[in-house]
């Protein structure tokens, strides 16, 4: 298995709403990222769990909030968020630092 | 710190090559990356050259890297409408010693090919 599978692929959620964006890869890669990507613009870092801890947090607001159960999967949740959040959340993960980069299609969300 | 420079477009015409350029900063970087982007998709790994190379090829990609200038380029042989695309290249920066890395992007090439 070599890829990142996100679930769902297209979310639309009302501004006050509670959901969740999910994230697995069976690689056995240590370190799993949150990206956020707006329209012709290259993806920005959100978050950054290596071996299942939060490492990197890039001043993202709290109604994001990141989790990492186990090694294979990453969460997203999300909450009150506001229409300017609507975007393409990638995940990500690497076997080390640099090797194995590999992205998910993404979830396309829109905040209505 | 870290800055991935591209140009914005490029436009050729079906069965031409294709060169896209990228300059980083980080000289430390041990993986270049570049990706593609269709309309709507997620991000498709191409290919990737490690630092100590300074070229790899894979059917009708070419990968060139001029780690001296801090150059790197994507040629697509025989491009061909499917290849119209957002293309991104990447640089990996660690920090030095952690076991993840954060990928800093070029701004992407629009790769228009005309039939």
Redesign the interface.
Known sequence: DTEVT?TPKHLVMGMTNKKSLKCEQHMGH??M?W?KQKA????E?MF????EKL??NESVPSRFSPECPNSSLLNLHLHALQPEDSA?Y?C?S?L????G??????T?LTVV | GEDVEQSLFLSVREGDSSVINCTYTDSSSTYLYWYKQEPGAGLQLLTYIFSNMDMKQDQRLTVLLNKKDKHLSLRIADTQTGDSAIYFCAEVFNGGGTSYGKLTFGQGTILTVHP
């Not at chain 1, 950054?48 to 071996?51: D, N």
């Not at chain 1, 080390?96 to 090797?99: A, G, R």
């Not at chain 1, 980069?101 to 993404?106: A, D, E, I, L, M």
Request: aromatic share 22%; proline share 6%.
């Open positions: 996100q240590r370190a990222y990206y012709k613009k290259p993806p870092l950054v769990y290596s071996y490492s990197i393409l990638l990500a690497s080390t630092d640099s090797y980069y590999t992205f998910g299609s993404g396309r």
